[in-house]
């Protein structure tokens, strides 16, 4: 087995969905919630899906875990 990412198409989602996961962010470097995230790339590793991006406010990474809730 590969640890290698699987690409998904984070446009596929619907407009209020992406707009959701773009809102709702934490940033381990601002230490704040929600500034927002620009950049979204949605990808797979080890059966975990993620959407990672840019925080709003600093320009760090930022990472969301999807969970079953998300779904």
């Given at each position: 087995m590969t640890d290698e990412r699987k690409m998904r198409d984070f446009g596929a989602r619907d407009r209020q969905e992406q707009q959701a996961f773009l809102e709702q962010t934490?940033?381990?470097?601002?230490?704040?919630?929600?500034?927002?995230?620009?950049?979204?790339?949605?990808?797979?590793?080890?059966?975990?899906?993620?959407?990672?991006?840019?925080?709003?406010g600093c320009g760090q990474p930022v990472?969301?875990?999807?969970?079953?809730?998300?779904f």
């Open positions: 934490w940033c381990d470097n601002c230490l704040k919630a929600n500034l927002g995230m620009s950049d979204p790339v949605e990808y797979e590793l080890k059966g975990v899906v993620y959407i990672e991006g840019r925080c709003l990472l969301t875990e999807l969970t079953d809730e998300d």
